[in-house]
T-cell receptor, first 115, second 109 residues
């Protein structure tokens, strides 16, 4: 079975440009999470969805960040406009249930560099 | 204060050695605990859950001390392939997962 699929794997862009990161969760998983990882701050939860509905977006840094999940098999994280401090690895993860077995399956990440 | 704190290491140990490290958490109502492993430039993957009575998975032993609010991971007979960053993960009562910054372990030949 395919794991969580993220694209692009690497993105280099200039400050001010729009960045869109994409994620396809594991089929049948009803929770989807977006994390950001930096050396300074480690792994931070940005937002998570349950059955395509955003549940907690308190980790989204500011209005420049937005996330959508139009259907069960696709989610996007958008940054507009991007800034150098947004440079990080962005991970998408999915899981079957939050209260039961809680293993998160992560994608390989999208490494973003904003110049 | 961070929700989950770990000694970043690195712990440099020879093959065959035992290495152990802890993680502390701030929320006494935390419900579940896990160790994830992250290899360099890869995604985190679940290593093991941590149960109240402690549990083993091969060479790995996890312990939970609720009174002192810490969990530990011990690796026996360490292998070169154990070199990685180990992330402590705590689930709160609202089901949010908080990750520690990780403890780096390097096993040398």
């Amino acid at each position: 079975d395919a794991g969580v699929i993220q694209s692009p794997r690497h993105e280099v862009t200039e400050m001010g440009q729009e960045v869109t990161l994409r994620c396809k969760p594991i089929s049948g998983h009803d929770y989807l999470f977006w994390y950001r990882q930096t050396m300074m701050r480690g792994l931070e939860l940005l937002i998570y969805f349950n059955n395509n509905v955003p549940i907690d977006d308190s980790g989204m840094p500011e209005d420049r960040f937005s996330a959508k999940m139009p259907n069960a098999s696709f989610s996007t994280l958008k940054i507009q406009p991007s800034e150098p401090r947004d440079s990080a690895v962005y991970f998408c993860a999915s899981s079957l249930a939050l209260a039961g077995v809680r293993e998160l399956f992560f994608g390989e990440g999208s490494r973003l560099t904003v110049l | 204060r961070k929700e989950v704190e770990q000694d970043p290491g690195p712990f440099n140990v020879p093959e065959g050695a035992t290495v152990a490290f802890n993680c502390t958490y701030s929320n006494s109502a935390s419900q579940s605990f896990f160790w994830y492993r992250q290899d360099c430039r890869k995604e985190p993957k679940l290593l093991m859950s941590v149960y109240s009575s402690g549990n083993e998975d091969g060479r790995f032993t996890a312990q939970l001390n609720r009174a002192s609010q810490y969990i530990s991971l011990l690796i026996r007979d360490s292998k070169l392939s154990d070199s990685a960053t180990y992330l402590c993960v705590v689930k709160s009562q609202d089901y949010k997962l908080s990750f520690g910054a990780g403890t780096t372990v390097t096993v040398r030949a």
